[in-house]
């Protein structure tokens, strides 16, 4: 039998150079320090993104991208298909996990200035990749056609609408007409599972080629304290413990779907009211909640459209983080820029809170 397994080998490697891979992977390093925890973070993200492809694929199955066959497939899935549910909550749950987790992953990033020369390029894929992760959330959540996803895309709709110049076009493009029809859905079914994971998986390429070219940051912190060259061989001691972290997420999630499945609600009705309360994915909330906050005006520009031009304003800001903070790319502390990463944090953090506490009005 080890005869065998060495011949495949030898064959394997003869065409596509195992030697070489495993030279590779054993090659790579990864530093020790007090914040090394936070390495770990780029891994469950792939994680989860992973399960959500999984699971995806799953669900194409069954699902029937129409307003008449679309909520009646996900009930029958849900009631009739054997784990039907099961897989339903678990793409759900795993969806909401790796948001979370890349948001983590990015502010960790911003906080130990790992977006330093010459990391540029890596941030920049990564706050890309942050870009396409919301807008799988926003045309995924439609695809139920429920009443919640019906109204909540249609005021989402809107608030992309009310750019200047570029808002009604952006508006029909994205609805496939004026109102949020069979059409809509059609549209964000193939945006969803199509445009968009051709979109990923190249980005995706990208930031882990760049994070193996350039290895991971040490801290600024750590390394004015005298940081001492430890480091530990990513394969296999930093993937087993990846794994580790791994199951665990994946223990999480068998919990959350078992004791908190996703719920199908009322199916769309255009002509009916829109339900009081509505609300975006949690994900969304702040920036929602931001414009509910705004006065209907400013002089003679619209509320909505100064604070969908502030969220552009304030992403292309991060995106571009890594060439505004001089005295990081010099290796010096940043408090500034480290003041701006907590208050952008903290504010999305309280608009959320209040998103989810104030209460609803007609």
Known sequence: MPDVRSRVYAWLDERIGLKDIEKLAKKKEIPVHRHSFWYYLGGM?????????????????????????????????????????????VHAWSANLMVLALFVHLFSTFFLKAYRKPRELTWMSGMALMGLTLGFGFTGYLLPWNELAYFATKVGTEITGALPLVGPFALRLLRGGDEVTG??????????????????????????????????????????????????????????????????ALAILGALAAFFPAELGKKADPFAPAPIGIKPEWYFMFM???????????????????????????????????????????????????????????????????????????
């Open 183 to 248: 059409a809509t859905l059609t549209r964000f079914y193939g945006i969803h599972v199509a445009v968009l994971p051709l979109l990923a998986t190249g980005l995706i390429g990208a930031h882990l080629f760049l994070v193996q070219k350039h290895g991971m940051s040490v801290p600024i912190g750590v390394e004015r304290a005298g940081y001492d060259g430890r480091r530990l061989p990513f394969f296999p001691n930093f993937l087993l413990r990846d794994a580790i972290g791994w199951l665990a």
């Open 45 to 89: 993200t792939l994680f989860l993104f992973g399960i959500q492809v999984i699971t995806g694929i799953l669900l194409l199955f069954y699902y029937r991208p129409s307003a008449e066959e679309a909520y009646e497939s996900v009930q029958f899935l849900m009631a009739e298909v054997e784990f039907g549910w099961l897989i339903r909550s």
């Open 288 to 362: 929602f909640q931001t414009l509910k906050y705004l006065p209907a005006h400013f002089g003679p520009i619209e509320g909505e459209v100064v604070g969908i031009l502030g969220f552009k304003i304030g992403g292309l800001f991060l995106l571009m983080i890594p060439f505004l903070d001089r005295r990081s790319a010099r290796g010096e502390r940043s408090r500034l820029f480290s003041a701006i990463g907590v208050a952008i944090l903290a504010y999305m953090i309280l608009l959320t809170y209040l998103g989810y506490t104030m209460v609803p009005t007609q």
